[in-house]
């Protein structure tokens, strides 16, 4: 993955899979503290003790289609890569939490990237399920969340002009850090 | 149990009809990005970032646009599989932002399929 954006949206379709119909995503960027976070929180399926300790297994996957899972061992490795940590935590029938935190001035910190893509894509893509985005910079705070475009959609799909206009306004105007400040 | 609001109402309706549009498939045909790990690290995002410019940009209207995940063929990503209404989906492999455009222009919009960036169009032998 080139950048964090792309792991968020790679974590989030592991979400959908396991059924969530509301994800929380959150991204922190205190350089006070030089520290960058992001934490997944979804209400799917979960996953029990067993699956969870393999999780992060690159040679372990639930799919069908291939031998190999590697979307939350590579996030785990980009954590690493630059000083951070990274959790899961799990319970089976409730939902699945993943964190990953990075040192934000680390020379091997990857860029955050295109975040609108990123919800634009998982927005659309996903039309039955909810999706809130949290961008924490420096004590402030701004709020994507799918709850309130409900009403400026009147009757139109989500991938209709209409809903691809409406979620690229809101995602412009809520003035976030949406492509990042740190592009390097 | 708590009562339920004429706000609550208004939610529980939006979500059912959001979710009802993509299972009844009330758009001329349906274009699938594969979204998988493989998928996101080849470029599957810049693929459906160009078929929501393109959707947007020139008013269309009756297509369903959505993704899926992994197809198992990794190697060959970003894909992206074309399903025009009443006719058999068609998986096309290897795309570029271009690739992706001819594709929309031809078989979405005219129903001709794009053999050359298919995944085993007329691969058979049959000798």
Redesign the interface.
């Known amino acids: 993955m080139e950048d964090l954006s792309l792991h968020i949206l790679d974590i989030v379709e592991n979400s959908v899979t396991a059924g969530a119909t509301f994800v929380s995503i959150t991204v922190c960027e205190d350089k006070g503290h030089d520290l960058l976070s992001i934490e997944i929180t979804d209400n799917g399926k979960g996953m029990s003790r067993g699956i969870l300790q393999k999780a992060t297994d690159p040679f372990f996957t639930q799919k069908t289609t291939r031998r190999v899972g590697l979307g939350l061992s590579l996030l785990q490795q980009a954590a690493k890569r630059a000083n951070g940590k990274f959790s899961i935590e799990s319970k089976k029938g409730k939902g699945t939490t993943v964190k990953a935190s990075f040192q934000y001035s680390h020379v091997d910190r990857q860029p955050l990237g295109d975040i609108a893509e990123t919800i634009e894509t998982l927005v659309i893509g996903n039309p039955s399920v909810d999706f809130r985005y949290e961008h924490r910079e420096n004590g402030l705070l701004s709020v994507f969340d799918t709850e309130a475009i409900g009403e400026q959609l009147a009757g139109a799909p989500i991938s209709s002009p209409k809903g691809i206009r409406i979620i690229r306004e809101i995602l412009k105007k809520t003035k976030m850090n949406l492509t990042g400040t740190d592009s390097r | 149990m708590p009562k339920i609001k004429p706000e609550d109402l208004?939610?529980i309706k939006?979500?059912t009809?959001?979710?009802l549009?993509?299972r009844e498939g009330?758009?001329r045909a349906k274009v699938t990005?594969h979204?998988?790990?493989?998928g996101?690290?080849a470029g599957a995002?810049k693929i459906?970032?160009t078929l929501?410019r393109i959707?947007?940009e020139?008013?269309?209207?009756d297509?369903?646009?959505?993704?899926s995940?992994?197809?198992?063929l990794?190697s060959h990503e970003p894909m992206a599989t074309v399903e025009v209404k009443g006719t058999a989906p068609v998986k096309y492999v290897d795309l570029t932002e271009k690739k992706i455009e001819e594709i929309f222009d031809q078989h979405v919009q005219k129903g001709i399929i794009v053999k050359e960036y298919a995944l085993g169009v007329g691969s058979e032998r049959t000798e």
């Not at chain 2, 979204?35 to 493989?38: L, Q, S, Y």
């Not at chain 2, 995940?69 to 198992?72: D, F």
């Open positions: 208004a939610k939006e979500r009809r959001r979710t549009i993509l009330s758009g990005v979204m998988g790990t493989c996101i690290a995002r459906m970032n929501l959707i947007e020139r008013e269309i209207d297509i369903i646009l959505t993704t995940g992994c197809a198992g990794c």
